[in-house]
């Protein structure tokens, strides 16, 4: 199984569980794509783009269910990022943890 990590607000979490799918936080949408972050890019990720915020939920996606909607990207520093073309099923997501709040 290979597994990646989106960062995301509790929010948009109960939303996910609520729809039974992920089509993206804006940021996603105004990309065209789901940024995903492989299990060493989760801290920088967290770092750039959270950094001071709280209520916080890593949830953990197998991309093997998720097919050729998973393109590998370059993206930061020329890393590869999966990056998904569509919506995210709620059975994609093999775990779901929140972030603790670093203050």
Same mark, same amino acid.
């Given at each position: 199984? !290979? ?5 995301? !607000? ?18 996603? $949408?105004?990309?065209?794509? $789901? ?9 920088? !990720? /967290?770092?750039? /783009? ?5 209520? #916080? ?5 197998? #991309?093997?269910? #998720? ?15 999966? /990056?998904?073309?569509? !919506?995210?099923? #709620? ?7 929140? $972030?603790?709040?670093?203050?």
């Amino acid at each position: 199984m !290979t597994k990646a990590y989106k960062i995301l !607000t509790a929010g948009q979490w109960a939303a996910w569980q609520d729809r039974g799918e992920f089509a993206g936080a804006p940021i996603d $949408i105004e990309d065209g794509y $789901i940024h995903l972050s492989a299990a060493e890019q989760v801290a920088e !990720t /967290h770092a750039k /783009h959270f950094e001071g915020l709280h209520d #916080l939920v890593l949830a953990e996606v197998d #991309l093997d269910q #998720l097919g050729d909607a998973v393109v590998w990207e370059p993206s930061r520093g020329g890393q590869l990022f999966p /990056h998904v073309y569509g !919506t995210i099923p #709620l059975n994609a997501v093999m775990d779901a943890r929140v $972030i603790p709040d670093a203050d």
